[in-house]
């Protein structure tokens, strides 16, 4: 057998036809007789419907019907134990309207421009709507972060103990050196290129739904609860993804409104969200406030931690962020509180966006940890070696692999960190002050349920199939270099078929856990097939494989997660108001890389994503009516590749054989993780302003 394939730079072997215009993604499908649904939403994000006027819009050429409450069918909000998703109540449940854009008709037409024409002229008349009362004042007064361990939020919000050890308000009392700071992330909006779409079939017994999303098996399953039909009834496909980010990783009201239409008609529906309906109706991140308390003695040695994190979440739902996820584990201190509660607001229900919970709650963390440094006068590099846990101190176990301490002394070797000066706006180029900053970040790891099938054919080819998706990261190529590595068949003579649930079951593409999981169950597969193969001359011998899950388990014997470090160099010019970030170097600890340039491809994606998140990305709501006024990609602003910074990515070799028999743990969320933290602190290091409400923009910068 030639070297091992795994670990190397391989192409994506759906490269050809993703460039070539041959990969058909959910709107590029066009079935027979099909015609088109454009949805109407509320133009209030709180109120009543009190009438629903259709008739003109029903008699519009091409218009074939309009749905609504009274005639759309009979919809069952999914138990818990269904599956997955973020928005439960059905769409056209009730009369009340809850956020702005939340869908109240549905038009559907032969075409998209005469369905689009007709969803125009229904008109929609609403109670109490000269007086707006929407619940969407996003101040960070409306959320009080008390002096003491509480945290004081409105609509009576629970407030949840996350994890505790110690105790770290007398500790805090009596440690010379304190930080108590409050951070902000705005609300942020998914902006892929590929816009949600759903296009559903109905045969009179059987549902085939194309779908845009992270999670096929998880899409049937709550599917088939909404629909009250049974699961062997729903069939999901979807071979390409333009992208997810989390937004896609839950069912949607679109895709249960094109169901339904599809039922009632007995014709096949496409319905594709509009650009500005993706900052309504399909999730955001939510808008966290997080107040962080940290203590030490004059050494450095950490003596108390804090971390208090309220988000935003639907009228509806209990969304919780999860902003303290990393906290318990990262940080080494004996004395440690998290909580977390939620606020209500009329918006549509927030859901996962890269990097959930971590991401957020690392920018506060990291930030306040990058405060204390200053205050103690030491490194904040060596400030967190000083500090680094021998294990998880949350769990009490051991961690299975954690090489923190490398990621920050080889980044700051890489970055040129021993030549910082620590003096605010010391550090000059080319007549442009210079700011470094860094932080520290994580993520986690684990497996979960999947199953796989591999064939073996006696011309030399092979196939695998498993039942998960490939949302644009490279699953496709992966599954195909666990086949070559064990057969030794070239990568053109494999198959990989996914993304339909008339395969074995896998798992969502969500939480970077797709390699990791599929990895168990494709190796028993090939495996299994290749015994096949020494008794059977066959022209086709199979195998079937099996992974469980450890996510969620409740008695880990080992803490599992991946570790990394970010340096970043801004250039900050106040004479004409430019703040830029040059260069990023990120080191990252993500076990055994199966693939270096599809890893190295989602770090690099990930670090253009922060610094959206740290300079530009912020959804602003109209206070009057809860609308997203900067609902287009003309206003919501985000990374372009000119603003994109130099990135060098190192991955250590350490594989993680807890996780899997090849080490591998997830590289996508966490490439994320640290970028906001540590722009912030170079730009502060630039121009001694500590901004701890994202986004950075120039006029914070120039209020000093």
């Given at each position: 057998m030639s070297a091992s394939i795994i670990g190397q730079a391989v192409p994506r072997i759906d490269g050809p036809l993703k460039v070539s215009g041959t990969a058909k993604y959910t709107s590029d499908h066009h079935l027979e007789h099909m015609v088109y649904a454009v949805p109407v939403g509320a133009a209030i994000a709180n109120g009543r419907i009190a009438a629903l006027e259709t008739e003109t819009a029903r008699a519009m050429p091409g218009v074939i019907e309009i749905f609504h409450r009274g005639n759309l069918g009979s919809l069952h909000k999914p138990s818990p134990d269904a599956g997955m998703i973020d928005e439960a109540r059905p769409p056209f449940h009730d009369d009340v309207i809850r956020y702005y854009g939340q869908y109240v008709a549905l038009v559907v037409a032969e075409t998209f421009e005469q369905a689009t024409e007709g969803a125009k002229h229904v008109k929609v008349t609403y109670e109490d709507v000269t007086t707006p009362n929407v619940n969407l004042d996003l101040t960070p007064s409306t959320v009080t972060l008390s002096a003491a361990s509480e945290v004081e939020a409105p609509l009576d919000a629970k407030v949840n103990e996350v994890s505790k050890r110690g105790d770290a308000e007398k500790a805090f009392e009596a440690s010379p050196i304190k930080i108590d700071q409050t951070y902000v992330t705005p609300a942020e909006t998914h902006n892929p290129i590929e816009l949600h779409a759903s296009l559903a079939q109905y045969d009179g017994e059987l549902f085939t739904l194309y779908e845009t999303t992270q999670a096929v098996v998880n899409h049937r399953n709550v599917m088939s609860a909404i629909l009250g039909v049974p699961r062997e009834n729903v069939r999901i496909i979807m071979k390409y993804l333009g992208s997810g980010f989390g937004g896609k990783l839950w069912p949607w009201t679109h895709g249960t409104l094109a169901a339904a239409a599809a039922r009632q008609l007995k014709r096949p529906?496409?319905?594709?969200?509009?650009?500005?309906?993706?900052?309504?109706?399909v999730g955001h991140r939510c808008r966290t406030q997080q107040r962080v308390r940290m203590s030490a003695e004059k050494d450095g040695t950490l003596t108390s931690l804090r971390h208090e994190a309220v988000n935003d979440a639907g009228m509806l739902d209990e969304y919780d962020e999860n902003c303290g996820e990393a906290t318990p584990y990262f940080y080494g201190t004996d004395n440690l509180l998290v909580t977390a509660a939620q606020t209500k607001r009329n918006i549509g229900s927030p859901t996962a966006m890269r990097g959930p919970g971590a991401v957020p709650g690392l920018f506060a963390t990291e930030s306040a940890y990058d405060e204390l440094a200053l205050a103690l006068d030491i490194d904040p590099v060596q400030l967190r070696l000083r500090n680094e846990p021998e294990r998880d101190q949350d769990l009490n176990i051991p961690f299975s692999s954690r090489h923190y301490k490398e990621c920050l002394t080889l980044g700051a070797e890489r970055f040129g960190w021993?030549?910082?000066?620590?003096?605010?706006?010391?550090?000059?180029?080319?007549?442009?002050?210079?700011?470094?900053?860094?932080?520290?970040?994580?993520?986690?790891?684990?497996?979960?349920?999947?199953?796989?099938?591999?064939?073996?054919?006696?011309?030399?080819?092979?196939?695998?199939?498993?039942?998960?998706?490939?949302i644009g990261t490279g699953t496709y190529t992966v599954l195909a270099q666990l086949v070559a590595e064990e057969t030794g068949i070239a990568l053109d003579r494999i198959v990989v078929e996914l993304g339909d649930t008339l395969?074995?079951?896998?798992?969502?593409?969500?939480?970077?856990?797709?390699?990791?999981?599929?990895?168990?169950?494709?190796?028993?597969?090939?495996?299994?097939?290749?015994?096949?193969?020494?008794?059977?001359?066959?022209?086709?011998?199979?195998?079937?494989?099996?992974?469980?899950?450890?996510?969620g388990q409740e008695h880990p014997k080992f803490s599992v997660h991946s570790y990394g470090a970010q340096?970043?160099?801004?250039?900050w010019q106040p004479e004409i108001a430019r703040l830029r970030v040059n260069r990023v170097v990120t080191v990252i600890d993500a076990g055994r890389i199966?693939?270096?340039?599809?890893?190295?491809?989602?770090?690099?994606?990930?670090?253009?994503?922060?610094?959206?998140?740290?300079?530009?990305?912020?959804?602003?709501?109209?206070?009057?009516?809860?609308?997203?006024?900067?609902?287009?990609?003309?206003?919501?602003?985000?990374?372009?590749?000119?603003?994109?910074?130099?990135?060098?990515?190192t991955f250590l070799d350490y594989p993680d054989k807890e996780l899997n028999e090849l080490g591998a743990r997830g590289v996508g969320e966490i490439g994320l993780a640290g970028v906001a933290p540590a722009i912030a602190s170079a730009v502060h290091h630039a121009t001694g302003v500590r901004v701890r409400e994202l986004p950075i923009e120039i006029e914070k910068l120039l209020s000093r």
């Open positions: 529906v496409k319905l594709v969200v509009t650009r500005k309906q993706m900052f309504e109706t021993s030549e910082r000066t620590p003096a605010i706006g010391s550090m000059r180029k080319d007549g442009i002050t210079l700011g470094w900053g860094m932080a520290g970040c994580s993520w986690l790891a684990a497996r979960f349920d999947a199953e796989a099938r591999v064939e073996l054919h006696a011309d030399g080819t092979a196939k695998v199939a498993i039942g998960t998706q490939d395969l074995p079951p896998g798992p969502i593409s969500g939480g970077s856990m797709v390699t990791a999981s599929v990895i168990p169950a494709v190796l028993q597969a090939v495996r299994e097939a290749k015994k096949a193969r020494k008794t059977s001359s066959a022209p086709v011998v199979s195998g079937t494989g099996k992974g469980k899950r450890t996510f340096f970043v160099e801004v250039g199966i693939n270096q340039r599809m890893a190295r491809n989602q770090i690099e994606g990930a670090l253009v994503m922060g610094v959206g998140m740290a300079l530009f990305e912020q959804t602003h709501y109209d206070p009057r009516s809860g609308a997203p006024i900067n609902s287009n990609l003309a206003d919501y602003v985000m990374t372009t590749h000119a603003d994109a910074p130099h990135m060098d990515v």
